[in-house]
C-alpha cells in the first residue's frame, strides 16, 4: 500500500471505494461469461423520503458503473406490510433476481422486521435477515451489513492492525453498531459498545486504539473522547441548515463553516472535524469516508450473492 496517505492522517474512502471497485469489475465480467447475465439488484423505495432518494440513486448508478443490473421498485408511501411482503414473495422467486434491498426507513405501518425477514436470506444484502444476523453473531459465512463490513475493508487496506487491540464502538443499532462491534470481535479486537445509557463516555472513549462512532449526532466526539493516535472511524451523516448550531458545533472549522456559508448547509459526521485532525493517528472524513464504502459493499454483496446462487466460484 502507499504509506504516504498515512502521513496526512486522513483514511481515505475514495481510495478503499476505489479498490474495491477495481476488484469487482472482473468478478461481473466472469458472471456474464458464465452465467451469461450480470449479477442484478432490486432496490424497493417506499414512499418518498428526500434521504432515502438520494441513496437509492447511488445505489443504482453504482451498479451502472460496475456493469450490475439493477431495478428500482418505488411503492406509494401509503403502502401496506401485505403489499410489500407480496412484492417481495415475487422478487424471491425470480432466478434473474440476486439481491433484494429495504431501504430504510420503510412508511410509518409497515412492520419492517416483517419485510426484512421476508427478504431470502440468500437475497439479503443489506445483511439483515435473522438468519444473517446468526451466522454474523456465530462467525458463520454469510451476508454482513454493508456499513460495518466497509469499515472492515478500510481498517485491511490500510493495514491498521485490529487483533489485541481496544475498540470502541459508540452506537448499538442493528445497522451499524451491533454488526461492526462483533466484526472487530471476530478480529480478535477488545471490544466495548457504548450507546446513550453509558456512563462517562468521554473516559470509555478515550480508552480505544479503534473508536467507531455511530451516533447520528453531529460533531459530538470531541478532543477528550480521543486518545492521542487513535484509529477514529466517522460513520455520521448529519446535513446542518441552521446557522446557530453551525457556529456553535463548528467555530474552530474554517472549512466546514465555508461551505455552510456556500451551500447553505453542511454535512458533519459524529466526531468534531478538526479536533480529530490534531489528535488521532488517523480519522475518516465526512464526506469522503465511510459513506462511500457502504455503497462499494452493497456491490460486493450483490456480486457475492449472485455468485453463491448460480454456484460459481468466487475467485
Ligand atoms: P440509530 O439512531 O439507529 O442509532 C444511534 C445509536 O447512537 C443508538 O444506539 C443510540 O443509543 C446512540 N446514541 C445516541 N445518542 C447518544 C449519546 N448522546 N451518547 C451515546 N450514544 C448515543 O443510528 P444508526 O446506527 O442508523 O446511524 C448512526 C449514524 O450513522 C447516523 O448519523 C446515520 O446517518 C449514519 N449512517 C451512515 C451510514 C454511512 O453509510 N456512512 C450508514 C448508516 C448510518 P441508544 O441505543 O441508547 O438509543
Known amino acids: 500500500m502507499d504509506h504516504t496517505r498515512l502521513t496526512h492522517f486522513l483514511l ?3 481510495w ?3 479498490e474495491i471497485r477495481k476488484e469487482c469489475l472482473p468478478r461481473v465480467e466472469r458472471m456474464v461469461a458464465q452465467a451469461g447475465r450480470p449479477p442484478c439488484l432490486v432496490v424497493i423505495l417506499a414512499g418518498s423520503d428526500p434521504a432515502s432518494e438520494i441513496y437509492v440513486r447511488g445505489k443504482v448508478k453504482a451498479c451502472q458503473e460496475l456493469g450490475i443490473a439493477s431495478e428500482k421498485l418505488t411503492p406509494p408511501a401509503s403502502v401496506t406490510t401485505a403489499e410489500l411482503l407480496a412484492e417481495i414473495d415475487t422478487l424471491n422467486r425470480r432466478e434473474d433476481v440476486d439481491g433484494i434491498l429495504a431501504q430504510l426507513p420503510l412508511p410509518r405501518q409497515v412492520d ?3 419485510v426484512l425477514a ?6 439479503d444484502v443489506d445483511g439483515l435477515h435473522p438468519v444473517n444476523v446468526g451466522n454474523l453473531v456465530a462467525n458463520r459465512a454469510g451476508l454482513r451489513p454493508c456499513t460495518p463490513s466497509g469499515i472492515m475493508e478500510l481498517l485491511r487496506r490500510y493495514e491498521i492492525p485490529v487483533a489485541g487491540r481496544r475498540a470502541v464502538v459508540v452506537g448499538r443499532s442493528d445497522i451499524v453498531g451491533k454488526p461492526m462491534a462483533l466484526l472487530l470481535l471476530h478480529q480478535h479486537a477488545t471490544v466495548t459498545i457504548c450507546h446513550s445509557r453509558t456512563a462517562d463516555l468521554a473516559q470509555e472513549c478515550a480508552r480505544a486504539d479503534i473508536l467507531v462512532a455511530a451516533i447520528g449526532r453531529p460533531a459530538f466526539i470531541r478532543r477528550e473522547f480521543i486518545k492521542p493516535g487513535a484509529t477514529v472511524i466517522d460513520v455520521g451523516m448529519n446535513r446542518l441548515s441552521d446557522r446557530a448550531q453551525v ?5 474552530g472549522a474554517p472549512e466546514k463553516l465555508a461551505l455552510f456559508e456556500k451551500n447553505g448547509s453542511v454535512l458533519v459526521g459524529d466526531v468534531h472535524p478538526t479536533e480529530v485532525a490534531e489528535i ?3 480519522y475518516t472524513p465526512v464526506p469522503g ?3 462511500l464504502l457502504t455503497i462499494a459493499m452493497l456491490m460486493v454483496n450483490t456480486i457475492d450473492a449472485a455468485q453463491r446462487r448460480l454456484g460459481l466460484c468466487s475467485a
Not at 421476508?118 to 437475497?123: D, G, Q, Y
Not at 457556529?247 to 467555530?251: C, F, Y
Open 289 to 291: 469516508g465511510v459513506g
Open 12 to 14: 481515505d474512502g475514495r
Open 16 to 18: 478503499v471505494r476505489d
Open 247 to 251: 457556529i456553535s458545533l463548528l467555530a
Open 118 to 123: 421476508a427478504i431470502l436470506p440468500e437475497k
Open 112 to 114: 419492517t422486521r416483517a
Open 280 to 282: 488521532a493517528g488517523g
